[in-house]
């Protein structure tokens, strides 16, 4: 199992470009997040979706898009990139059915993203 | 909401013992988990209490107190490798989402 894998792994944009970051998971996970991280910051929930279809907003979801029209794929879409949105970003995914579950998330390797 | 905190940082010696605490916050809980994240690294589940008392894995516990709100990591025989950032999260009920702390740094000396 390839677990969970992000696209692009490094990527640079200049203020007003758009890009979309796919994340896959080859786990059968119900439930998947993406997260940016920031300096001393931690990680902020952007959006997160608990199935195929289905998403909602997490922490920090302004200027961000989602789509899961798969199960194994969650799309991450910046329309008019700005500066602010320089981070790392992460996508995970968890399995439901135990509470432990929830808990326990499987993290792919992050998208470094530089907004010019 | 929920909010933690945890120390940015905290430095041990190697072969030694290292404690890193985490006080939360919440508007109801559903367990404490946490994570490793080694520099220019993913996050990596390391472990989780849904109830009060110490969990073992290995040289890792990890400690619950609901009444106190707090928990804490303890990391024994210190290694080089456990050089890294620690995080704690904590899930409130019929939550799908997990709230993570900002992180301790851990370095670890010869």
């Known amino acids: 199992n390839a677990g969970v894998t992000q696209t692009p792994k490094f990527r640079v944009l200049k203020t007003g470009q758009s890009m979309t970051l796919l994340c896959a998971q080859d786990m059968n996970h119900e439930y998947m997040y993406w997260y940016r991280q920031d300096p001393g910051m931690g990680l902020r929930l952007i959006h997160y979706s608990v199935g195929e279809g289905t998403t909602a907003k997490g922490e920090v979801p302004d200027g961000y898009n989602v789509s899961r029209l798969k199960k194994q794929n969650f799309l991450l879409g910046l329309e008019s990139a700005a500066p602010s949105q320089t981070s790392v970003y992460f996508c995970?995914?968890?399995?439901?059915?135990?509470?432990?579950?929830?808990?326990?998330?499987?993290f792919g390797p992050g998208t470094r993203l530089t907004v010019l | 909401g929920q909010s933690l905190e945890q120390p940015s940082e905290v430095t041990a010696v190697e072969g030694a013992i290292v404690q890193i605490n985490c006080t939360y916050q919440?508007?109801?809980?559903?367990?404490l988990s946490w994570y490793q994240q080694h520099d220019g690294g993913a996050p990596t589940f390391l472990s989780y209490?849904?109830?009060?008392g110490l969990e073992e894995t290995g040289r890792f516990s990890s400690f619950l107190s609901r009444s106190d709100s707090y928990g804490y990591l303890l990391l024994q025989e210190l290694q080089m490798k456990d050089s890294a950032s620690y995080f704690c999260?904590?899930?409130?009920?019929?939550?799908?989402?997990?709230?993570f702390g900002t992180g301790t740094r851990l370095t670890i000396i010869p």
């Open positions: 999260a904590v899930r409130v009920p019929r939550n799908e989402k997990l709230t």
């Open positions: 209490n849904a109830l009060d």
């Open positions: 919440t508007s109801g809980f559903y367990g």
């Open positions: 995970a995914s968890s399995p439901p059915g135990k509470a432990i579950a929830y808990n326990e998330q499987f």
